[in-house]
């Protein structure tokens, strides 16, 4: 069970369990998170699932779709390690995952 340090809008911090074969997304909603707000579903076509994922994990992530890269660039306060929580796959090589909310809004 991979545990995610989740860091939220209002600076809040807080450790939560995932659950290996769930999208963050799903987890981060799970965890009423209300910023995420996943219009599509999980799809890959709304960018409100926005998350910044810490400097040390991204690299650790799978590779993001032609599609994601696109969308997510073009999310509010899109930044360097932008990614589109919904595309990113628990397992329990991610345990100790590190992520902040990114505001949200609709690319
Ligand atoms: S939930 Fe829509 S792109 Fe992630």
Request: charged letters at 20%.
């Amino acid at each position: 069970m991979p545990k995610i340090h989740v860091t939220d809008l209002d600076g809040s911090e807080a450790d939560i369990d995932g659950r290996a074969g769930y999208t963050l997304m799903e987890e981060l909603r799970s965890f009423n998170y209300s910023a995420i707000e996943a219009a599509c579903g999980g799809s890959c076509s709304c960018a409100t699932c926005h998350v910044i994922i810490d400097g040390a994990w991204f690299t650790k992530l799978s590779a993001p779709s032609e599609t994601e890269l696109e969308l997510v660039s073009m999310a509010p306060g899109a930044e360097e390690h932008s990614r589109l929580s919904c595309q990113i796959l628990l397992s329990d090589e991610l345990d100790g995952l590190k992520i902040r909310i990114a505001q949200p809004g609709a690319a």
